[in-house]
T-cell receptor, first 117, second 117 residues
């Protein structure tokens, strides 16, 4: 079964500093990968996704992520963070169910990004 | 495009009562909707997959008689928490996919905060 690991439950970083949020997954087949952001008391918003093609994916709000198949990772990066980036970030991986052929998302536990002024 | 709304955004109810949460796709038809539950400081837990015109598919461990799901139209799915108890207090999030899409392209609602007293 697929699983997603976000090793860091919290990442504190100073404003305007770079940040990397780590995501590793386990899968024996090709995968689709996603990063979502959740601002306080809000739903989830898609930041970026990797379906195929270039392994470097650019998303909204200046975020990007790199798919590394050999390391089974999909780390999220931003070169310079802002206070407004304070949120919870979730990594997710697709999981095609054999029963109904419908893709399901497997979620990581989330990483809270804390921006220090 | 692809906006999903939820109503209400917050609800407080007394133990033993039932609460209905609505999930609507505002500008597209959603043949499939998903219901998630999010515990504090934890990831999303998929509760069930709701398909228009058919019975919902519940994940293992989710009581279908307690969490009633109805997907009566292509734009509306409802989750009714029956005989709610304090342990049902949580953040409930729905998502939807377009008829041509898969779970790779989920659009999330803003969530409903349920508090059972």
């Amino acid at each position: 079964a697929q699983s997603v690991t976000q090793l860091d439950s919290q990442v504190p970083v100073f404003e305007e500093a770079p940040v990397e949020l780590r995501c590793n997954y386990s899968s024996s087949v090709s995968v689709y990968l996603f990063w979502y952001v959740q601002y306080p008391n809000q739903g989830l918003q898609l930041l970026l996704k990797y379906l195929s093609g270039s392994t470097l994916v650019k998303g909204i709000n200046g975020f990007e992520a790199e798919f590394n198949k050999s390391q089974t990772s999909f780390h999220l990066r931003k070169p310079s963070v802002h206070i407004s980036d304070t949120a919870e970030y979730f990594c997710a991986v697709s999981d095609q169910r054999a029963v109904d052929s419908n893709y399901q998302l497997i979620w990581g536990a989330g990483t809270k990004l804390i921006i220090k002024p | 495009g692809a906006v999903v709304s939820q109503h209400p955004s917050r609800v407080i109810c007394k133990s033993g009562t039932s609460v209905k949460i609505e999930c609507r796709s505002l500008d597209f038809q959603a043949t499939t909707m998903f219901w998630y539950r999010q515990f504090p400081k934890k990831s999303l837990m998929l509760m069930a997959t709701s398909n228009e015109g058919s019975k919902a598919t519940y994940e293992q461990g989710v009581e279908k008689d307690k969490f009633l799901i109805n997907h009566a139209s292509l734009t509306l799915s409802t989750l009714t928490v029956t005989s709610a108890h304090p342990e049902d207090s949580s953040f409930y999030i729905c998502s939807a996919i377009t008829p041509s899409g898969r779970a790779l392209e989920q659009y999330f609602g803003p969530g409903t905060r349920l508090t059972v007293t």
